[in-house]
């Protein structure tokens, strides 16, 4: 019989598409660099003999809210980008360098899907987080944003 506790005893280094970071409600009413920052891990990847590394697969936009109350703002106009770094370089992006609406997120449990760059499909990251850069914000809203991907090492 199988040690009923053999997946428990496993980390995130033995999945595949696992969430690496979540944040959820955050505001992208205001423009500028790291606007959110996505931990990754919660902040845990890496060890003291060395950095851990992460192969990106996902990065999902989900839940619009409006932090005024009332009905959800269109989507229709916010302009968002993934990046390595918090100071605005879009060199470091891991999405669309120019930013990319999100007009598909309308209501509550719709969702959209960031286009991931081309180098997204061969590079291990090893950031300790990713930021939002917010070119296009929209008043009084906030959205969900869940990166998915594989661990290379802890």
């Known amino acids: 019989m199988a040690n009923p506790e053999s997946v428990a ?18 505001s992208i009413a205001n423009t500028g660099n ?5 931990p990754v891990l ?11 590394s992460y192969i990106i ?12 109350g009332g009905s959800v703002p269109s989507m229709a106009t ?3 980008t993934i990046l390595t770094s918090s100071d605005g370089n879009t060199s470091n992006a891991v999405t669309t360098a120019a930013g990319q609406t999100i007009g598909n997120v309308t209501a509550a449990n719709t969702w959209q899907d960031l ?20 070119g296009v914000a929209v008043a009084n809203s906030a959205v969900n944003i869940t990166v998915w991907g594989d661990i290379v090492s802890l």
């Open 9 to 26: 005893q496993n980390t995130q280094d033995f999945f595949g598409s696992f969430r690496i970071a979540f944040a959820p409600g955050q």
């Open 34 to 38: 790291a606007v959110v920052t996505l």
């Open 42 to 52: 919660g902040g845990g990847i890496g060890s003291p003999y060395g950095n851990g």
């Open 57 to 68: 697969r996902r990065i999902t936009v989900t839940n619009p809210s409006n932090t005024a």
């Open 78 to 80: 916010a302009n968002v």
């Open 115 to 134: 286009t991931l760059i081309a180098a997204a499909a061969t590079t291990a990251y090893a950031a300790p987080a990713l930021f939002v850069k917010v």
